[in-house]
Each structure stands twice: as C-alpha cells, then as structure tokens.
C-alpha cells in the first residue's frame, strides 16, 4: 500500500482496520514500470524470483515478516507473486474494497481499473479481512466502494462446489482445435531453453561489454 496515512486516518474514524486487522508497519514498493520480473528475491529460493508487480510483499510474506499485506491487481500484480512463493491473494471485484487514497499510475482511467486485495499466508486470512472491511461499511468512507455488505449465507453455500476452471478452447475463427497430449511438453521446454543460448550467452555478453554496463544479478543467471 503506498500511502499509509490515509489508511491510518481511515482507521481512526471508523476503527473497522484498527479494529479487525494489524496495524501497518511497513510499505512496500515496486521498481520502475511495475515489471513482472523483480530483483527481489525470496531467501528460500534466492536465485528465483517472486515476480510482480506486488512482489516485494510476497517475499515479506514468505519469510514470515508480516501476517498480512494489501496490493493492486490488473492482470495478476497480487495473484502472480502469491502463488509463485505457494501463499494466497485476491483480487477482489473492482470496488469490493476501499480503494480511498491509494495512488493508481494512471489517474482517471476507469475502463481497466485495478482492485485492491489482501494477501496473506492462508486461505482463513484472506477470508477473515475480506468479511472484516466489508462488514465495516466501507463504502461510508470511500463512495466508489460497492455497498454490499458481506454474505454469510452465500459464502457458506458456495464452500460445497467444486473448483471451477474456465479454457478458450475456441475463439470461432473456424480453425480445428485439437486436444494436445502435452506429455512431453516439459522435455521439449527444456530442449528449446537450450537452443536459446546455444552460444553460451556469447552474444548477449558482447552487447553488454561494448555498453560497458555491468550484469545485473538476475541477468547474470
């Protein structure tokens, strides 16, 4: 969350964070241009990357640093990182939760807005904030909050269905689609990874030696 005094002024008002969720201790932040791939490295996989954009929380997350942590979401900034280090995040309906006071890098632009979710070490967190700030009536702080306060019914009905997994398998271009026996498919990866630096990166590390930059640590790997 980048701005945590608004939050905190959030919280003194009507008490629904100071109340139901840790106080915040720590802002984390994001390299230039929100990249999906981060520098930040999680200590048990150091020569990995936890992704991004919302990356540096889930490494917090995964060195037990902090129980809980807030992040944006267009096209998986929370969820890409979470699942990359094995934790949770959501990204909730857009307007679900508050989003009062958290800068956007493009202000105004309503036709693909980000959503703001929880992220956390298990699922019973990511359960108990979201019915916690939504049972605060959040949206009397924030107007562009949906006033819709937190279904115990439904939420307990849906518990008993089965995961559903949504697959374009035909886009009505009038191609034949088949159903590809992908069993080799990790083989012919590894096998195209190999062909792609078959020179030993030489290229690549001429380039950059004419350039007279250093390697980064992750294009180092």
């Given amino acids: 969350m980048n701005n945590p005094q608004t939050w905190k002024q959030i919280a003194s008002r009507k008490e629904y964070l100071r109340n139901e969720m840790l106080k915040p201790y720590m802002v984390s932040d994001v390299d230039q241009r929100l990249p999906q791939v981060h520098s930040v490295q999680e200590r048990s996989r150091p020569r990995l990357t936890p992704g991004g954009s ?14 809980l942590g807030f992040g944006t979401d267009i096209g998986g900034s929370t969820r890409i990182p979470q699942s990359i280090v094995d934790l949770y995040g959501l990204k909730p309906t857009i307007s679900r939760l508050p989003y009062l006071g958290v800068p956007v890098s493009t202000e105004g632009q309503e036709h ?3 959503s703001i979710g929880p992220m956390a070490r298990d699922l019973a967190s990511i359960v108990y904030v979201s019915r916690s700030v939504a049972n605060a009536k959040p949206w009397e702080l ?25 697959l374009i398998l035909d886009d009505g271009v009038g191609h034949e689609v088949v159903i590809w026996d992908a ?39």
Avoid at 147 to 159: A, C, G, R, S
């Fill in 54 to 67: 919302t990356g540096g929380e889930a490494a917090l997350l995964a060195l037990h640093g902090t129980l």
């Fill in 183 to 221: 069993l080799d498919y990790i083989e012919y990866i590894q096998l195209m990874d190999q062909y792609y630096t078959v020179d030993g990166g030489g290229d690549i590390r001429r380039d950059i030696a004419a350039a007279g930059e250093p390697f980064t640590q992750l294009g180092s790997l």
């Fill in 112 to 114: 693909v807005p980000s």
């Fill in 142 to 166: 924030d107007p562009k909050c949906t006033l819709l306060p937190w279904n115990e019914d439904t939420f307990q009905e849906i518990q008993g269905r089965p995961i559903v997994v949504s």
